[in-house]
């Protein structure tokens, strides 16, 4: 499993973290809600779009108890096993 920091690397550290899974279709999408208001609309509308659009095959929805705390290691365990790529945000 990568976990990125999210702050700013510089132009050049960038470089080194992109990756893409390339196509979408097929593929297992995971999203960790963090409990703030609208992100679980947010990702739900989007896994639609992904799923009707690009082919993905599944999302799963994981959300944890709080946004003051982080994921907890088997829900960040299950989704490394089940997802090709897992997105994580904030919502409000």
Do not use: H, W
């Amino acid at each position: 499993m990568q976990v990125y920091d999210p702050t700013a690397p510089s132009p050049e550290a960038t470089q080194n973290l992109r990756r893409s899974v390339g196509d979408l279709s097929g593929k297992v999408v995971g999203f960790i809600d963090n409990t703030k208001p609208n992100f679980n609309l947010l990702a739900r509308d989007l896994g639609e779009i992904l799923q009707s659009q690009y082919g993905v095959k599944a999302v799963f929805q994981k959300r944890k108890r709080s946004v003051a705390t982080s994921a907890p290691d088997e829900m960040l365990d299950e989704l490394a096993r089940e997802c090709d790529l897992v997105i994580t945000g904030s919502g409000d």
